[in-house]
């Protein structure tokens, strides 16, 4: 299966693609479903009324994850790359105030979420820990229509019989997968067609793109992605004040970017500039993702800040490098981070922070060595040293809300990424643990994690913290 670039980076609103994105998401799908499905529908009901319910992940930090809200956006008609941050509320406020969803080309349904959006949190679905159910209901309340949807990480979303079938990429909404000349699945397969063929990872990827889309388009959506990842950035080291969700965080990358600008201005050194850079832009990244404003899927929200702040260390560092650059860093990243999908996971409810923050260090390890003339073979080895030193990595939300550790972890795989680079590109690809091995190791570590420290804040400092 092949993972397009624009799967893994997608544009959207925080603070979580898992939580957030794919909820809304999902309740897309069942909409389209109501109004177009090949459904049973007993002569004469009408759809009068919606009914959610969250599991498993979902339900324990939801709340904090906003997936409350981004269910009632979702089954008001608004998509994550559509809908404007800045209306959330209103439109929340709205949906609670008339205990109705209006989306457009349906009719009104009742949908009061005090009543009608439940968390589930018992055992959670049987097909992942970010379990969705949705119910179609008569006026009288009988069930029409029954649809459970699974959010697997970064926006993706798979129905039931989907996930039974083994569909875990792309929600099957989109057009039939696209035969692509270089289906690699593995990193060994890409670096054997590397050699075979003469094309780099992203010369790899860039041909599977094609199968898919015109060049000119292909480099108009490149360059789209890398736009909104330099809006986001710039937003965040303009912004101030408090975090919301009660926890009392303050933004910092505005501060921090100040005191960098002063420093850069009297001509002050830092020895620790590079990593000071690498750690404001990461930031500003996920403190606006933690206000649910707009970011890039990078492979998640959770992640959003390390592949950007990562481009504009390069922008900074390396003002050589343009557009072309850039979708060469991006397509690198994509062939990595497709890669890591389809064998292990980017879900921190599947397999803890190591899928989340592990996953975009090594994709925006691979990116980097890429531009600075690495082989595939030290592109695959970049990948692999910033992968590694993520292994074990839990996810354990303070209050649910991806604020405390998330926002300063993305600044250190930032920092992991770039060193990662540094250190493949000393050698010549050769070392002893492959990457694929690597991303097998974080698919066992994963499934050998307590629930506990799988996004559900039940352990880890999401319980430590408050008793300090």
């Known amino acids: ?36 499905g090949d459904w049973p529908r007993p002569r004469g009901a009408v759809v009068d009324a919606l009914r959610v319910t969250l599991h498993g992940s979902l339900a324990f930090t939801g709340v904090g994850h ?28 709205g949906v609670e105030a008339c205990g109705e969803v209006r989306p457009a080309s349906h009719p009104a349904y009742r949908f009061r979420p005090d009543r009608d959006l439940v968390l589930d949190r018992g055992r959670p679905l049987p097909g992942h820990s970010n379990g969705l159910t949705f119910e179609a209901l008569d006026r009288e309340g009988a069930m029409l229509l029954r649809r459970v949807y699974y959010s697997i990480g970064g926006g993706f979303v798979v129905s039931e019989e989907e996930l039974q079938r083994g569909n875990n990429g792309p929600a099957a909404s989109g057009p039939a997968e696209a035969v692509v000349p270089h289906p690699f699945r593995t990193a060994a397969e890409a670096l054997a067609m590397a050699r075979a063929t003469g094309l780099s990872i992203a010369g790899l990827q860039r041909e599977n793109e094609l199968a898919r889309l015109p060049a000119r388009e292909l480099d108009r959506r490149l360059d789209a992605i890398t736009e909104a990842m330099e809006a986001c950035v710039g937003r965040g080291i303009r912004q101030e004040g408090m975090l919301p969700g009660g926890l009392g965080v303050r933004r910092r990358a505005k501060s921090i970017h100040d005191r960098l600008q002063a420093d850069a201005a009297r001509n002050v050194f830092q020895p620790l500039l590079a990593n000071d850079w690498l750690s404001v832009f990461a930031m500003a990244v996920n403190e606006e993702n933690a206000c649910g404003g707009r970011v890039v899927t990078a492979p998640t929200n959770g992640a959003a800040g390390v592949v950007p702040a990562v481009l504009a260390y390069l922008r900074r560092f390396h003002p050589e490098a343009g557009r072309p650059e850039t979708r060469l860093f991006l397509l690198t990243s994509a062939a990595i981070g497709g890669i890591i999908k389809r064998n292990a996971s980017i879900s921190g409810a599947e397999v803890g922070c190591q899928g989340k923050v592990g996953s975009a260090s090594a994709m925006a390890a691979a990116g980097l060595a890429a531009v600075m003339g690495g082989t595939p073979e030290q592109v695959e080895n970049a990948a692999e040293i910033a992968l590694e030193h993520h292994l074990g990595m839990t996810c354990d939300p303070v209050g649910g809300l991806v604020q405390i550790p998330c926002i300063e972890r993305n600044a250190f795989g930032a920092v992991k990424a770039v060193t990662a680079a540094s250190l493949a590109m000393k050698g010549e690809g050769l070392h002893v643990v492959p990457l694929d091995a690597c991303i097998e190791t974080m698919r066992q570590t994963g499934r050998d994690m307590d629930h506990r420290y799988k996004e559900t804040s039940l352990g880890g400092l999401a319980v430590n913290l408050p008793e300090c």
């Open 1 to 36: 299966m092949f993972l397009s670039v624009f799967d893994l980076y997608k544009i959207g609103i925080g603070p979580s693609s898992s939580h957030t994105m794919g909820p809304m998401t999902a309740a897309a799908r069942f909409l389209a479903e109501i109004r177009d």
């Open 66 to 93: 906003a997936s409350d809200r981004a269910v009632i956006l979702g089954l008001s008609g608004f998509t994550p790359d559509e809908v404007d941050p800045d209306r959330v509320d209103e439109l929340v406020a």
